[in-house]
């Protein structure tokens, strides 16, 4: 009877075996949505998550000697305010003489031109009134349609988003590192806002209008209230920000990308030295570990051959696209 039982228990398949690979592979392709969910997933894993424990509001204990005591009453009589004292009298006015002095002003000569009026003087001027006195709409250097899409990709920072990074997790499991909390895919964000220098020198006088757009574009963006403005002249290093009391605020590095519009005061040179502060400001961004932006309205050709801080210059014209701006900035950080 053994034999028979040892016999048929052999000729029964054998069910595959379930590794923990398999487990965490299964795990992360289930489709989780809320963070009770991903605690699960964890508990699975072996990690042991939990919700925090509640903080408990204090409980206020009635104290009597705590309670803050009546100042005393002074019963010294009030002093009574000062007399308000008149204001002076007004010094009486000088005296005038008694007759008119002679005036000693001579009149000048007629400077009017002897010849008639011009005949297209006396033509018809109700064609005057007749022209169209509505301002021409101008273009800027980025499309409207495309500048949405142009900044977001030039002023995002990355951020750990709720997506679970599951080879980072396998990973970890694998070499039995332990974990505080589930890593995450990181994902571009515009919550940081964006720090904006315009250049208003000499040289960038006729940009100056699309300088001004910059700052609409931008705080469409990336919000008004996360985008702060400065502006300088030639030496980027020296920009401020006017606060509404009419004071200014020097700036200086911050946690939040940094984008800049200037010809770096090259003035249409070829492969021409930028100013010195450029370098300067490249250095203090990649210091803070700030990326750094330039837009520059100058073809390339015309760019600096090296620039300290390794900071993106981008063409500031209509043929710039979000798609070169996220390849560029890609590039430079496969290079970092």
Request: aromatic letters at 6%.
């Amino acid at each position: 009877m053994t034999q028979g039982r040892d016999k048929h228990a052999t000729d029964r398949p054998r069910r595959g075996e379930i590794h923990l690979g398999d487990l965490a592979r299964a795990l992360g392709s289930l489709g989780w949505r809320t963070h009770e969910q991903a605690e699960a997933i964890a508990a699975c894993l072996g990690f042991g998550l939990g919700p925090a424990p509640r903080e408990q509001e204090p409980v206020e204990v009635y104290n009597p000697a705590a309670q803050p005591r009546r100042p005393p009453v002074s019963h010294q009589r009030a002093q009574a305010p000062a007399p308000v004292a008149p204001p002076p009298m007004p010094q009486p006015p000088p005296p005038l003489p008694a007759h008119s002095l002679p005036s000693r002003l001579q009149p000048l000569p007629n400077l009017a031109p002897a010849e008639p009026d011009p005949d297209w003087l006396d033509g018809d001027a109700s064609l005057l009134d007749q022209t169209d006195a509505s301002p021409c709409a101008r273009q800027t250097l980025f499309p409207e349609p495309a500048s949405r899409h142009i900044f977001a990709a030039a002023v995002a920072s990355w951020r750990a988003g709720d997506a679970v990074d599951v080879p980072r997790l396998i990973e970890a499991v694998a070499r039995r590192q332990p974990l505080r909390a589930l890593p995450r895919r990181a994902e571009p964000t515009l919550a940081r806002g964006c720090q904006l220098l315009l250049d208003y020198s000499p040289a960038m006088v006729p940009f100056w209008d699309d300088l001004t757009d910059l700052i609409g574009q931008v705080g469409a963006v990336a919000g008004f209230a996360e985008t702060r403005v400065y502006s300088f002249d030639t030496r980027p290093g020296e920009a401020v920000h006017w606060r509404p009391d009419g004071r200014t605020e020097p700036w200086k590095p911050a946690s939040r990308p940094v984008l800049a519009a200037s010809d770096l005061g090259i003035q249409g040179g070829t492969r021409a030295t930028p100013h010195p502060g450029w370098s300067e400001l490249a250095e203090r961004c990649a210091a803070a570990g700030v990326p750094l932006l330039i837009l520059i309205p100058w073809p390339e050709s015309f760019w600096p051959k090296a620039l300290g801080g390794r900071p993106e210059l981008i063409h500031w014209s209509p043929g710039t696209s979000a798609g070169l701006i996220r390849r560029r900035l890609a590039a430079a950080d496969a290079k970092r």
